[in-house]
């Protein structure tokens, strides 16, 4: 059974830093890119970040350049996402999302390129 699961979620105050991390399993995921999502209450899921399964390409939405850095570990089927800088705007439900075999500089910005998510892990950021 495929299963990602996503961990370290919290609450901050504006200007602090949180590192999410997910773990997967059930496949090997060496080869897909990965990537992060959100969703507001009442809002769409967006695009936070992604990373192709080299590592070699990143992928950032406008609102989080320089802010945040995804990172992955495919050793331990892992992929990060450090958050510095945090915005009460950042508030959401965060998800990882993997897609299946993808190319060597694949990171792909849209869900309907993603074949596997998380259950998400909530960033609440108090201003």
């Known amino acids: 059974q495929v299963q990602l699961v996503e961990s370290g979620g919290g609450l901050v105050q504006a200007g602090g830093s949180l590192r999410l991390s997910c773990a997967a399993s059930?496949?090997?995921?060496?080869?897909?890119?990965m990537g992060w999502f959100r969703q507001a209450p009442g809002k769409e899921r967006e695009f936070v970040a992604a990373?192709?399964?080299?590592?070699?390409?990143?992928n950032y939405a406008d609102s989080v350049k320089g802010r945040f850095t995804i990172s992955r570990d495919n050793a331990k089927n892992t992929v990060y996402l450090q958050m510095n800088s945090l915005k009460p705007e950042d508030t959401a439900l965060y998800y990882c999302?993997?897609?299946?075999?993808?190319?060597?500089?694949?990171?792909?910005?849209?869900?309907?390129?993603?074949?596997?998510w998380g259950q998400g892990t909530q960033v609440t950021v108090s201003s």
């Open positions: 999302a993997a897609k299946r075999s993808a190319g060597y500089s694949y990171a792909p910005a849209s869900t309907t390129d993603y074949d596997y």
């Open positions: 990373i192709s399964w080299s590592g070699g390409n990143t």
């Open positions: 059930g496949r090997t995921f060496s080869r897909d890119a």
